[in-house]
């Protein structure tokens, strides 16, 4: 069955450093998210990206956070200066289309912790 | 805005039968998803409620009633396995594209 891959799995990282997580989204799928999740608490929308652009995006997502899809296959969330709220963990998704019955696919995220 | 309420927590009994709710206030609705996680994985898709009724996957149903801007998850012949958090979710509407997910459900099954 078709996967999200996201790597790394676990990144600790210094306050004030720049972190990047990367996701390869389900190949046929179109419509691509970052959620996280702060540990206990529900999961929450970050960005959504179509057609190679930011199509709606959270007031979580500051100037702090960009994503990228440098090539065919990967798609990425850069934090440029990361605060110790930010950690949590980090899961990109895919769908074929905007969510309907098909719902959409979760990778097994990425936990960054922030020291 | 939109704004989806799950009790935090509810525990039965493997063999049982257990439902979920979810209450919702949203600007325009389309249906309604459910969503298993088990610790530290990736949120899982089970059923999406477009129209009333029930919906049967096998072992998970999942109900909506627009008029009351409220759903159920229905999980039958509880099993160990099935202790997750349960989350509901609603689409996007109005031309956005963001899954909205409801405050969660620890499910916790004994034995």
């Known amino acids: 069955e078709p996967e999200v891959t996201q790597t790394p799995s676990h990144q600790v990282t210094q306050m004030g450093q720049e972190v990047i997580l990367r996701c390869v989204p389900i190949?046929?799928?179109?419509?691509f998210y970052w959620y996280r999740q702060i540990l206990g608490q529900k999961v929450e929308f970050l960005v959504s990206f179509y057609n190679n652009e930011i199509s709606e995006k959270s007031e979580i997502f500051d100037d702090q956070f960009s994503v990228e899809r440098p090539d065919g296959s990967n798609f990425t969330l850069k934090i440029r200066s990361t605060k110790l709220e930010d950690s949590a963990m980090y899961f990109c998704a895919s769908s074929e289309q905007i969510q309907g019955a098909e719902g959409y696919t979760f990778g097994s995220g990425t936990r960054l912790t922030v020291v | 805005g939109q704004s989806l309420e799950q009790p935090s927590e509810v525990t039965a009994v493997e063999g049982a039968i257990v439902q979920i709710n979810c209450t919702y206030q949203?600007?325009?609705?389309?249906?309604l998803s459910w969503y298993q996680q088990h610790d530290g994985g990736a949120p899982t898709f089970l059923s999406y409620?477009?129209?009333?009724g029930l919906e049967e996957t096998g072992r998970f149903s999942s109900f909506l009633s627009r008029s009351d801007s409220y759903g159920y998850l229905l999980l039958q012949e509880l099993q160990m396995k099935d202790s997750a958090s349960y989350f509901c979710a609603v689409p996007p509407t109005g031309g956005g594209n963001k899954l909205t997910f409801g405050t969660g459900t620890q499910l916790k099954v004994e034995l």
């Open positions: 409620n477009a129209l009333d």
């Open positions: 949203t600007s325009g609705f389309y249906g």
């Open positions: 190949s046929n799928h179109l419509y």
